[in-house]
């Protein structure tokens, strides 16, 4: 057997595997999604179902565990700083920095060896400079893929909590003024934010948890600034905080802040759409200027290659 077909069949394996993996996890997720509304429809409890719904989720972490230590960093200062980008996506899982680090050494090795298999099969005479330059940019295309899932996770994340979040002060404002405490405010702002931006509500219904079993209110409006990331929410934590401790005014506070924060949501917007004029450039000198200029100079070349060069060389 030739090293082309022991490569074909590592890969052939390789992709099987894969394919198998993914269909089983979609699988599963979904009979755990019917078991979890199934046990609260009969009145049961989420914790009730059994060990057996993350059955397949934790042999995939104890296989991506060897192969995660390939690409984890030593320091701790890099792992801290992971884990507070892992929560600005909203991704809570402890096993979560483990199938990250397992994703970027699978994708670093995967890709050239893809690379290679096509390039072998399909018979392409690439130099030794050429080749090697494509292997190390697949190896770091795949190594860096996974930073760039996460990144682009993390900035839709922020920006639908940037959006919502004058909303929820809104909302705040209204239970404050009708007479409820903070704590009461915050699990009813919460509520009602669940079809607007689950993720906000998701955030509020955590601080409200954190205050019901014993924690300060500081420390609770600190890690909501920790766990969005967002400048907008730390200074909201801030001035609740200082209110708290000096007695000022809840709602105004809430009011003041809340329109500040609209007029940079639509600042922002206005941004946006600024920069519309300069993003439509591109397309416009690229696909619909040549478009253009092919059709209304289309008839005049061709009557001048027909008439006048004729004509000419007549002459």
């Not at 269909?23 to 078991?35: S, Y």
């Not at 014993?214 to 200074?235: F, H, I, K, Y």
């Not at 946006?272 to 289309?298: E, T």
Request: charged content about 20%; glycine content about 6%; aromatic content about 6%.
């Amino acid at each position: 057997m030739t090293s082309d077909q022991i490569l074909l069949l590592a890969l052939v394996f390789v992709a099987v595997s894969a394919a198998v993996l993914g269909i089983a996890l979609v699988a599963t997720r979904g009979a755990a999604v019917r078991g979890r509304l199934r046990g609260l429809s009969v009145g049961g409890s989420v914790l009730d179902q059994g060990p057996g719904v993350n059955e397949w989720h934790e042999r995939i972490v104890k296989v991506a565990k060897p192969v995660a230590k390939l690409a984890t960093p030593t320091d701790e200062a890099d792992v801290s700083k992971l884990r507070a980008k892992f929560l600005h996506a909203g991704i809570r899982g402890q096993s979560a920095p483990v199938l990250y680090f397992a994703a970027k050494a699978v994708l670093a090795v995967l890709l050239p060896m893809s690379f290679t298999f096509l390039a072998r099969f399909a018979d392409w005479t690439l130099s030794t400079q050429t080749s090697t330059a494509a292997l190390l940019l697949l190896a770091a295309i795949g190594y860096y893929l996974p930073t760039s899932v996460l990144a682009y996770k993390t900035r839709q994340r922020q920006l639908e909590l940037f959006e919502a979040f004058p909303d929820a002060l809104d909302l705040m404002i209204v239970c404050v003024e009708a007479g409820l405490g903070l704590d009461m405010a915050l699990n009813k702002t919460a509520e009602e934010m669940k079809i607007r931006s689950p993720e906000l509500a998701e955030e509020l219904e955590m601080v409200a948890l954190e205050l019901r079993v014993g924690s300060s209110r500081e420390r609770a409006l600190r890690n909501l600034a920790m766990r969005t990331g967002l400048d907008e929410v730390n200074t909201f934590a801030t001035m609740l905080i200082q209110a708290d401790r000096f007695g000022t005014s809840l709602a105004e506070s809430l009011r003041v802040h809340a329109d500040m924060l609209r007029t940079r949501r639509r600042l922002r917007a206005e941004e946006a759409a600024a920069k519309i004029a300069l993003k439509l450039l591109f397309p416009l000198i690229f696909f619909i200027f040549p478009s253009l200029l092919l059709v209304l100079l289309g008839p005049a070349m061709i009557q001048i290659y027909r008439i006048l060069l004729p004509t000419m060389a007549g002459s």
